[in-house]
């Protein structure tokens, strides 16, 4: 697929998470059984780091020096999704904010940045792919207990995140 269809891709995923975010109410997300919710969170931008990431430097890994085929987070283009991904998980939890029925939660941001983060970590064959499994591993440990801890408590930051949001937006 040439890189200018993911970009088109991550653009909708996007477009699609901002629609579904402004939906009043939990919707659908309510409906799904323990921590799922905040599991579609990980995968979500998980997907999006991953279209980014071939958005940017597709298959072969154009624009990036030889044997880096796979931006992890060393590299600028790394480094460059993963700053995309955390602005966006604020943005998008600070829109939820003021959708009637909406939970903003730090918890949220937290289960999108793992998400993201856990693309570019994710061991591979192939030039820069990373080799070990144990960031890998930290990371998705990291996302599940995001996800089980938000399922069972609301996050003590999250009041704080509500206070700065109101300052801000008043």
Do not use: K
């Not at 109410?25 to 998980?46: I, R």
């Not at 903003?104 to 998400?115: F, H, K, Q, T």
């Amino acid at each position: 697929m040439p890189r200018w269809a993911y970009a088109l891709t991550a653009a909708a995923e996007v477009a699609a998470l901002w629609a579904l975010s402004a939906q009043p109410g939990d919707g659908f997300l309510s409906e799904l059984p323990g921590p799922s919710g905040n599991f579609g969170h990980v995968v979500a931008n998980s997907v999006l780091a991953f279209l980014l990431l071939r958005a940017l430097v597709g298959a072969r890994g154009r624009g990036l020096s030889p044997g880096e085929a796979w931006p992890g987070l060393r590299t600028r283009t790394g480094a460059a999704i993963a700053v995309f991904i955390t602005l966006w998980a604020v943005i998008d939890e600070a829109h939820q904010f003021w959708v009637p029925g909406r939970v903003c939660s730090v918890l949220d941001v937290l289960a999108d940045i793992l998400g993201g983060l856990l693309v570019l970590v994710w061991p591979g064959s192939g030039p820069g792919r990373p080799r070990g499994w144990v960031t890998a591993l930290v990371v998705l440990s990291g996302a599940i207990a995001v996800a089980i801890y938000g399922w069972c408590a609301r996050f003590p930051l999250d009041r704080l995140f509500h206070t700065i949001l109101e300052r801000i937006w008043g």
